[in-house]
């Protein structure tokens, strides 16, 4: 029996590779011939890195750079394709977990530290850089990453705007003339699996401000600030950025990175096929996904909705666990899921549940095994 697992990580609780590691050491206690290919993956966010070197014959490069409250920490890339591309997670320097729970304010924080990643990303001659977006905890339409890379930004009196999405509210000019130039060359892509736009009751602040540390009172100032962000790149760049499907993923930093020529790409597609996770799913007879939440956002091409597709198209069964599940799941059974579990185990608080996570994932995997013992391998014929 071939069984392909190829989960995301449970957000701030497990990585993808701790999750892969679980679900092996409960499939083989109960199928011990099984045969297991573990491939963890990211979308885009945490792990995004991690998922690309597992897959790949690249090397990790690391360096010192700004987190999102400009205290300096050290923070990793990836060099793939014998040096042609540099893959970069932004989380990596400007993630929500890299901040204590009271220090998340996405008033103040910055994307300076990506900036500082793609800076160095260039040092090495790369052609292509991906960025991959997702685990922000920044509001700042990626005006710190593009600050870091040369960019004026100038409030009324002509000073220096601060860092943080609140202090956008006072930009009064742009000036991307003093861009680092080495940017012209290379092919910049946006791995990012949401379709928000900047601005709006969809956008960056009225949909993701809260996880970030936002109160209800913070959430209008910041859409406030990024809609003056907006009309000055409008009226300084020529260019529309409010409404771009996209554009308002990690808190607009998309946005950021429209401005410098990046094309948004599906962040499961990108590293899907950096994986070969196709190949890898016609070759199995049972395939096992899961992450933290499973919603009905889940379907909107987050990476249990990519891999879905792919066993869908090969008439393979497709089998998650996640930490929490709500909503209706019809349309992640339409497009390709054959059952979805919730290793929760009664009522518990986030930090015994987040305590208990492995604990659950092998109790969970173990019954889904042992009713696996009492079926076959349907290879060729469709599962729902």
């Known amino acids: 029996m071939q069984i392909l697992l190829c989960p995301d990580s449970f957000k701030d609780c497990m990585s993808a590779r701790e999750v892969c590691d679980n679900m092996t050491e409960a499939l083989l206690h109960i199928l011990p011939n099984a045969q297991i290919n573990k491939l963890p993956l990211a979308d885009g966010g945490e792990g995004f890195v991690e ?56 008033l103040f924080t910055t994307t300076y530290g990506v900036g500082e990643l793609i800076k160095s990303a260039l040092e090495h001659k790369v052609t292509k ?16 990453m593009l600050q870091a890379l040369g960019a004026k930004f100038c409030d009324a009196a002509n000073n220096t705007v601060q860092q943080g999405g609140i202090n956008l509210d006072k930009l009064k000019h ?49 859409e406030s600030a ?17 409404n771009i499907a996209g554009s308002g993923a990690a808190g607009g ?26 190949e890898k799913i ?37 089998i998650i666990i996640c930490g929490k599940m709500s909503g209706n799941l019809q349309q992640l059974y339409q497009d390709g899921v054959s059952a979805v579990f919730s290793i929760s185990n009664g009522f518990a608080s986030k930090s015994e549940a987040f305590a208990n996570a492995a604990d659950n994932i092998q109790v969970t995997m173990q019954n889904i095994a042992r009713t696996m013992l009492i079926l076959k391998p349907q290879t060729g014929k469709k599962h729902h």
């Open 282 to 318: 016609i070759a199995s007879d049972f395939v096992f996904s899961g992450e933290g939440s499973i919603d009905e956002q889940t379907a909107c091409g987050k990476t249990i909705s990519g891999i879905a597709q792919l066993c869908k198209k090969h008439n393979k069964p497709l």
């Open 226 to 242: 990024l809609h003056n962000y907006a009309q000055t790149v409008l009226g300084d760049c020529g260019i529309n950025i409010s």
């Open 129 to 144: 850089i991906i960025v991959g977006l997702g685990g922000s905890a920044t509001n700042d339409g990626g005006a710190g």
């Open 253 to 278: 930093l998309s946005a950021g990175l429209l401005l410098i020529n990046g094309k948004i790409q599906s962040g499961i597609e990108i590293i899907a096929k950096l994986c070969g996770l196709e």
């Open 174 to 222: 742009i000036d991307l003339s003093q861009l680092d130039q080495r940017l012209t060359s290379i092919e910049l892509v946006i791995a990012c699996d949401v379709n928000n736009p900047l601005l709006g009751i969809s956008g960056a602040s009225y949909v993701f401000a809260k996880q970030k540390g936002a109160t209800a009172e913070m959430i209008p100032w910041l």
């Open 51 to 106: 998922a690309v070197l597992a897959a790949t014959d690249g090397k990790l490069i690391s360096l010192e750079v700004s987190n999102p409250i400009g205290n300096k920490i050290m923070a990793n890339y990836a060099i793939i394709d014998n040096g042609a591309t540099a893959v970069i997670e932004i989380a990596q320097a400007s993630g929500l977990e890299l901040l204590k729970p009271e220090e998340r304010n996405p």
